[in-house]
């Protein structure tokens, strides 16, 4: 099993970012995709999920009108993508079938 993430993405505040979450190695559509961040000096936090066979998603509150999860079946990719960003949402972002299986990390770094 493979989760290989996009690279890392450098963005003004207020922009948007995207991203990737490519996978291998097993039936995408039957495991949830989930995704972490981890800001600088802070713990893990759970963004939200999809659900690849039905694109059915779960979103933490907070990110709620701000994130959107999609998932490629045709690729078995997952993407999240992440709208008006300000400086706290530098951080790391991770995908995973929870919890087994991790991506490498990608690092967003928002900054003017």
């Known amino acids: 099993v493979q989760l290989v993430q996009s690279g890392p993405e450098l963005r003004n505040p207020g922009a948007s970012v995207k991203v990737s979450c490519k996978t291998s190695?097993?039936?995408?559509?039957?495991?949830?995709i989930d995704w972490v961040r981890q800001a600088p000096g802070q713990g893990l936090e759970w963004m939200g999920r999809?659900?690849?066979?039905?694109?059915?998603?779960k979103t933490l509150q907070k990110f709620q009108g701000r994130v959107t999860f999609t998932a490629d079946t045709s690729t078995s990719t997952a993407y999240v993508e992440l709208n008006s960003l300000r400086s706290e949402d530098t951080a790391v972002y991770y995908c995973?079938?929870?919890?087994?299986?991790w991506g490498q990390g990608t690092q967003v770094t928002v900054s003017s």
């Open positions: 190695g097993y039936t995408f559509t039957g495991y949830y």
């Open positions: 995973a079938i929870p919890y087994t299986y």
């Open positions: 999809i659900d690849p066979e039905d694109g059915d998603t």
